[in-house]
């Protein structure tokens, strides 16, 4: 089993491999030494992701372009003196094509060597949400519960909850700045009063664990070959929240994740429950028009994760709208059916949650 930080590293080892290509036209002629090549790009760049980094070496002065194919793309510190080797920052904008879009980037020195460089942009943005998704305000439900919701430079600041007037959780989230190579996010849980860190990529999706210095809170996530993703929050804890998914249609970051199979576990009296769901979603309603997981509201403010809900794991957000989920085990016997309205757009307008005690409750999304 691979941890948080060797999965996304995987991810990233294939999609070099598979959507990154490096033109070398530094080979050497007899006895010539010069060189300039480019050695690797970011893999990790989304719709909202605002920095990437291409990594170079040059036996002399050098000089970095940027293609006519991307003007969403700037080049800083695009020259410099050699012998070299290090990073050049780009920055880019936000992609709101909902497609993934392909920028070339060129290295030439004064020994007249060059190589060539090609960088992705994905049309989804870190949390698997659409480049042009809408970002939810606020949610009110018919059973007393509301959660807000408040955005900066296309990232969650803040995240609050509550039920019948009483606060369940509040969250505020600060992310790395440029000069912050480990690109630590901070998220400090105010009713709590615990600062939890994780490291981030540049789409700002945890590459470690989400944990506080004791790790008495703790969110982790896991993967097998078997496509299973887990996130276990507070896993050994009254507060026990693990999901994990079966996943299907993974090609590349804008693929279309499918959860066919859903393992709900948790703490009920001090018993851990589980809940072995078959997810329908037959009409194919996309779940990545609005910037939040709407699935994560079938169980309630109270035994919803809430940093799925954020989309802070993308590959365990499912691109369609669970419409029932099913547990017929005769051990625990359950049922979540859902249904929508949905507005022009498409974004989710009102999610009514039917279970199988009978109990319902509609939510109703603004923007």
């Known amino acids: 089993m691979k941890t948080s930080k060797s999965f996304i590293n995987g991810v990233k080892m294939v999609l070099a491999a598979t959507t990154v290509s490096l033109a070398m036209t530094s080979c050497l002629n007899e006895g010539d030494t010069s060189y300039a090549?480019?050695?690797?790009?970011s893999t990790d760049c989304y719709a909202n992701s605002n920095t990437v980094y291409l990594v170079y070496q040059s036996s002399s002065a050098w000089q970095i372009q940027k293609g006519s194919d991307a003007p969403w793309l700037t080049v800083s510190n695009a020259s410099g003196q050699g012998p070299?080797?290090?990073?050049?920052?780009?920055?880019?904008?936000?992609?709101?094509?909902?497609?993934?879009?392909?920028?070339?980037?060129?290295?030439?020195?004064?020994?007249?060597?060059?190589?060539?460089?090609?960088?992705?942009?994905?049309?989804?943005?870190?949390?698997?949400s659409l480049g042009t998704a809408r970002e939810v305000r606020r949610i009110t439900g018919t059973d007393g519960s509301e959660i807000t919701f408040l955005y900066s430079n296309k990232r969650i600041a803040s995240l609050n909850v509550s039920k019948n007037g009483k606060l369940i959780e509040h969250y505020m989230f600060s992310y790395p700045t440029l000069a912050d190579t480990a690109r630590i996010m901070s998220v400090y849980m105010t009713v709590a009063e615990k600062n939890l860190k994780t490291?981030?990529?540049?789409?700002?999706?945890?590459?470690?664990?989400?944990?506080?210095?004791?790790?008495?809170e703790l969110v982790t996530w896991t993967s097998t070959s078997s496509n299973n993703a887990?996130?276990?929050?507070?896993?050994?804890?009254?507060?026990?929240?693990?999901?994990?998914?079966?996943?299907?249609?993974?090609?590349?970051?804008?693929?279309?994740?499918?959860?066919?199979?859903?393992?709900?576990?948790?703490?009920?009296?001090?018993?851990?429950v589980?809940?072995?769901?078959?997810?329908?979603?037959?009409?194919?309603?996309?779940?990545?028009?609005?910037?939040?997981?709407?699935?994560?509201?079938?169980?309630?403010?109270?035994?919803?994760n809430p940093f799925m809900l954020l989309g802070f794991y993308r590959y365990a957000r499912c691109a369609y709208l669970y419409e029932k989920a099913e547990d017929t085990s005769s051990q625990n016997k359950c049922t979540y059916t859902v249904k929508y309205t949905r507005n022009t757009d498409e974004t989710v307008n009102t999610m009514t949650?039917?279970?199988?005690d009978g109990s319902s409750v509609t939510y109703t999304f603004d923007y």
């Open 199 to 216: 490291s981030v990529n540049f789409g700002w999706q945890p590459t470690t664990d989400i944990a506080d210095d004791n790790k008495t």
């Open 84 to 128: 070299a080797m290090g990073s050049a920052v780009m920055t880019t904008e936000f992609n709101n094509t909902n497609k993934y879009r392909t920028a070339t980037v060129s290295l030439t020195n004064a020994d007249g060597k060059s190589s060539s460089a090609q960088l992705y942009q994905w049309g989804t943005r870190g949390d698997g």
């Open 274 to 304: 589980d809940e072995y769901l078959t997810i329908s979603h037959t009409e194919k309603m996309s779940n990545r028009k609005q910037t939040v997981d709407a699935n994560q509201l079938i169980f309630g403010v109270e035994r919803m």
């Open 37 to 41: 090549y480019i050695s690797g790009v």
């Open 353 to 356: 949650v039917e279970r199988e």
């Open 230 to 272: 887990s996130v276990k929050w507070n896993e050994n804890t009254d507060r026990r929240n693990v999901q994990t998914v079966m996943l299907s249609g993974y090609e590349n970051p804008d693929s279309e994740l499918s959860n066919s199979q859903l393992k709900y576990s948790y703490s009920k009296d001090g018993i851990i």
